[in-house]
């Protein structure tokens, strides 16, 4: 039996690839002349520098940017196998986790650390660069980004805005100058994962959306969404460019409207971007089974979530496919069971019935062993 292991992480509890090494080893137990295949996933966001680097192999580096604060942070990047494509994370440079919980608000986090991280890599001569927007602490509309890139933004007085641009800085800027943007970013191919389409202003904005999930109180939403209303009028002003409303636009706090405005690239989404890098498509055959998942089961894994895309990819070569997570919205598993032939829920609880992350590699290890002691698989008559 071959078997495909391609989950994505397990958020606040296990890695994409530590998903994927637990669940071999329960497999190579109880199936010992089997052979089991890793190809962790991810959707842009954390993780995908790891899936990639595990896929395509390659090398891991560090290099120290402005941090969402304002501070220096160490951020790693990878260098894939063929030494001509990078892997870059926002969430490695300007990430929600970077920042404490006590002082998160978007008024304060910039994205200056991706656009340095972006100029560095740029320094190792690759010739692709994929970036993926998940995870980040701003809603800066990339104005901190694009200005490490070389975008020049001047505020009313005509004065060159130099310091590391905020979401609270998005009612300052009053014109801008892109005559020294990084001219190496139009002589290679950059590819921008999502796992997102929300556009830039709106109810389903970036403001309104991530807003509060990374610190703003309502009042700081109202103010993040007149200040991206202002910088869009800007930008199609100066740039001819209209990207209010496009799909993509409001990832990474509105860092998808700079990259459309200043670079011509939209994000794609990045679980099917990350799945063609990995070569998933060619790994698939000749496989009995694919195992997928990821921490919590629901509607959202229905809208572009890495295990989705597998499954799909799978069930189209006529494979069945096993979904692992720690916990299932039961409104929603009659639409999961049309996309997975099993599912296995490992819920990672104390002692005291509450969500452990210390617990699920152990409940993971677990769940698996009882699943596979039954001897009850998924087979290609029930997809």
Partial sequence: MRVLIAPNAFKESLSAAEVARLTAAAFRLAIPDGTCLCVPMADGGDGTVEALLS???????????????????????????????????????SGLALVP???RNPLHTTSRGTGELLAHVLDHGVHSLILGLGGSATVDGGLGMMQALGVRFFDAAGHALVTPLTGGDLHRVADLDVA?????????????ASDVENALLGSR??????????????????????GLAHFHHLIERRLGRNVGTRAGAGAAGGAGAA??????TAPEPGARLVMETAELPQLLQGA?????????LDRSTLEGKAPAHV??????????VLALCGSCEEHARGELAGLFDAIL????TDENGWFSPAHAAQALTDGLSDFLKAGVLPTPSQS
């Avoid at 940017?65 to 160490?74: C, H, K, S």
């Avoid at 904005?205 to 007149?226: D, M, S």
């Avoid at 990259?259 to 011509?264: E, I, P, R, T």
């Fill in 259 to 264: 990259l459309m405005a200043f670079l011509d």
């Fill in 55 to 93: 896929a395509r192999g390659g090398q891991r580096l560090t290099h120290t940017v402005t941090g969402p604060l304002g501070t220096a942070q160490a951020a790693t990047w990878g260098l894939l196998g063929d030494g001509k494509t990078a892997v870059v994370e926002m969430a490695a440079a």
């Fill in 288 to 296: 009995d089974l694919v195992v997928t998942g990821e921490g919590r």
């Fill in 180 to 192: 020294d943007l990084d001219p190496r970013l139009r002589g290679i191919s950059l590819r921008v």
């Fill in 311 to 320: 499954a799909r990819l799978a069930k189209a070569a006529g494979i069945p």
């Fill in 101 to 103: 919980i006590s002082q």
């Fill in 345 to 348: 829920c490992c819920p990672a």
């Fill in 205 to 226: 904005g970036a403001a309104a959306v991530f807003g509060p999930q990374k610190g703003a109180t309502p009042a700081n939403v109202l103010f993040l969404e007149e």
